[in-house]
């Protein structure tokens, strides 16, 4: 019979290639997150949520299309569950219950970068241990350098690179 491909067990945690017409597809969507992540280290809540509010308009776009095989159920895994933490987002009247909501977004968004490397240039991760009531929290950024999104003036610097995505 055939032989068989060597364990395919590490498949999960291995990226997947996805083509550059699909990177692509997800640049938009990975430039509005850095300006909501932005707008938070600012504390901006009006751009903040400006800024959700085009990740959605940039999600509803994405050609499913250009994502083939496993990529095409991981897409629509991330898809779904971004959708419901904006929808989330961007119904928050206040700094902090937005950026509650940022969490989950950032998970997903770190999960897919860590998955795709979707972005032309390098994303760091990032990782505050104090943030969601010390329970730690992660976020993206194109700069080495930790600006944090989740206390913005009150604790700019708090943090530290976990990851490099290239």
């Known amino acids: 019979g055939m032989a068989m491909p060597v364990s395919n067990t590490s498949a999960t945690a291995s990226p997947e290639l996805i083509?550059?017409?699909?990177?692509?597809?997800?640049k938009p969507l990975f430039d509005s997150y850095f300006e909501l992540k932005d707008a938070l280290t600012k504390d901006?809540?009006?751009?903040?949520?400006?800024?959700?509010?085009?990740?959605?308009?940039?999600?509803?776009?994405?050609?499913?299309?250009?994502?083939?095989?496993?990529?095409?159920?991981?897409?629509?895994?991330?898809?779904d569950n971004l959708k419901t933490h904006l929808d989330k987002f961007v119904e928050q009247k206040s700094l902090e219950e937005v950026r509650k909501s940022f969490l989950n977004i950032s998970d997903e968004m770190v999960a897919m970068a860590e998955k795709f490397h979707p972005?032309?240039?390098?994303?760091?991760?990032?990782?505050?241990?104090?943030?969601?009531?010390?329970?730690?929290?992660?976020?993206?950024s194109l700069q080495n350098?930790?600006?944090?999104?989740?206390?913005?003036?009150?604790m700019l610097s708090c943090g530290e690179v976990t990851n490099t995505i290239e």
């Open 19 to 26: 083509s550059q017409d699909a990177k692509n597809e997800l």
């Open 44 to 79: 901006e809540l009006t751009v903040s949520l400006t800024s959700a509010k085009k990740m959605q308009s940039i999600i509803s776009k994405v050609d499913m299309s250009k994502f083939k095989g496993e990529s095409h159920m991981s897409w629509m895994k991330y898809e």
């Open 119 to 140: 972005y032309p240039s390098k994303i760091y991760v990032q990782h505050c241990p104090m943030a969601d009531s010390n329970r730690g929290a992660d976020w993206l």
């Open 145 to 154: 350098k930790v600006v944090n999104p989740y206390f913005g003036s009150s």
